[in-house]
């Protein structure tokens, strides 16, 4: 059995915001197995909950270079860096508490959130950890991009970025995704 996973000991993140600009305080700390990856707003009235589970993806606000997890009123801006962390490392439970809309940018890409999660020391949890298994291909296209999902025994990742420009040209990359490879070659990448 795969077990669940947290943090042991909680840590506070500090950094600016990459579109506000504004200063936030970032506190993660471990959670309850089953409990999932939740957003506290400590600088809102009643320090509203937002449970990673309860986005509806139809209606995940996406404008340009970030993603916004909101659940009425209730925004958590730039996320995707820490929520790539979270699942690089395997966290499945966490508490994220933040005085601002937006996470910390940090460099760029989601390094910083590894580097201080793995200070913490990831914990195993005495649950099973839900895993989502496909069982045909599925396929998405939009008007730029397509995405497709295979049965597989590993999580492998195959990507293709075409240009016009010149200097960004086509880019592909290939990998076995687990926790070794996701330090190594993901967290550290920034923008593509």
């Not at 649950?127 to 599925?138: F, G």
């Amino acid at each position: 059995m795969i077990k669940q996973r947290t943090i042991k000991e909680p840590l506070v993140i500090e950094g600016v915001g990459l579109q506000t600009g504004k200063p936030v305080r970032l506190a993660l700390r471990g959670s309850p197995a089953n409990s999932g990856i939740n957003f506290v707003r400590t600088d809102l009235p009643n320090k509203p909950l937002l449970n990673v589970r309860s986005i509806d993806l139809d209606k995940l606000a996406r404008p340009e270079r970030r993603t916004i997890l909101a659940l009425g009123p209730l925004q958590i801006q730039t996320t995707e860096h820490l929520m790539a962390a979270l699942f690089g490392l395997g966290i499945d439970n966490i508490l994220i508490e933040l005085d601002n809309i937006e996470l910390p940018g940090l460099d760029g890409s989601a390094k910083g959130f590894v580097d201080a999660i793995k200070s913490s020391s990831i914990v195993e949890q005495n649950a099973p950890k839900k895993i989502l298994k496909i069982d045909k291909p599925i396929k998405c296209e939009g008007k730029d991009s397509s995405i497709e999902a295979f049965p597989s025994d590993d999580l492998r990742i195959s990507y293709t970025l075409s240009y016009e420009n010149a200097s960004l040209g086509t880019q592909s990359f290939d990998i076995i995704l687990n926790e070794g490879s996701f330090e190594k070659e993901i967290a550290p990448a920034r923008t593509f």
